[in-house]
């Protein structure tokens, strides 16, 4: 039976970017595979931030999680930090990764470059996102494009381990890719990111929504009502293929393209298939803000499950490497 693992960045409520791009598929995944979830708070702080904020962020994390339908009786879902071997994995990944891999990471190339000072927590960011697959020998993760590289020095931070201290002990961690491309933010310019501002949160009432949705980005080839569109090209369409049925994705090409009908007129056939998938959501995560005992307890019982499993990992490994 695969075993898989994925991290989320605790930023708070969810936006229908990493719904779409991660969550949503962690969801159906729950019933067929052991998952591990984890918001992973160790990563946040690599770079700058306040406290309280980050507490408010990882609670806030879960319940959306929950309210996504993450459902703890079926996924172990943690908060990184109360699971401190993660660190000590990390560590000792350390001593055995190329830094020049660290400092080809794409993804630390920008990071760094919009920092004034750099950590080297920021630099060793990916050790410990291998150190999380590791630690819980997860074979398969569940991760947008993005992640891509990361995973790749997963596999060979896996590889060198097993080679000096232990063969086959750590598998190759595999991605398995979102079915869904990635979303654009609604003003059409670059990824949805809560950095840029440009998100539509999965947890916003519906009035709040729509103010977003009316006068989002489309085809700017359609000025006027009577100008055809090319919906590949639209980002309102590739939210309708994550959230309509293929009947009315294939309705909306076909009216974009003969301009059988107007932006606006597309939008409100979106908004009331995104509806129809939050709603739900909307109220789980009410109930959940109104007994926040329930995510707190769900989230003890993932951090004591996944500690049992990471004591049991970290205990062959120090073995294995002569420590203690
Ligand atoms: N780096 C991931 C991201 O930003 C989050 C992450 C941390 C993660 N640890 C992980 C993802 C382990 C998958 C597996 O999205």
Known sequence: MPRIFSGI????????????????????????????????????????????????????????????????????????????????????FNTITPLGELERQTQFKDKASRQESVAAGLLNYPV???????????????????????????????????ARFGDGFF?????????????MGLDGQAKMSKSLGNTVGLLEKPDDMWAKLRPAVTDPARVRREDPGNPEICNIYHLHKAFSPPATVDEVATKCRTAGWGCIDCKKVLFENLNAELTPIRARAEALQADPRLVTDALDAGAAH???????????????????
């Open 171 to 183: 598998p190759e961690p595999q991605p398995r890719l979102t079915p869904t491309r990635r979303i």
């Open 128 to 162: 410990l996102q291998a150190a999380d697959i590791l630690l819980y020998k997860a074979d398969t993760v569940p991760v947008g494009e993005d992640q891509v590289q990361h995973l790749e020095l997963s596999r060979e931070i896996a590889r060198r381990w097993n």
């Open 9 to 92: 960045q605790p930023s708070g409520e969810l936006h229908i970017g990493n719904y779409l791009g991660a969550v949503r598929n962690w969801v159906q995944l729950q019933h067929e595979v052991e998952s591990f979830i984890c918001v992973v708070d160790y990563h946040a702080i690599t770079l700058p931030y306040a406290p309280e904020d980050l507490r408010r962020r990882t609670f806030e994390m879960g319940l959306s999680l929950m309210a996504a339908g993450i459902d703890p009786a079926k996924c172990t879902l943690f908060v990184q930090s109360r699971v401190p071997e993660h660190t000590e994995l990390a560590w000792i």
């Open 306 to 324: 996944a500690g049992t499993i990471a004591k049991g990992t970290m205990a062959e490994v120090r073995q294995r490497m002569g420590l203690r």
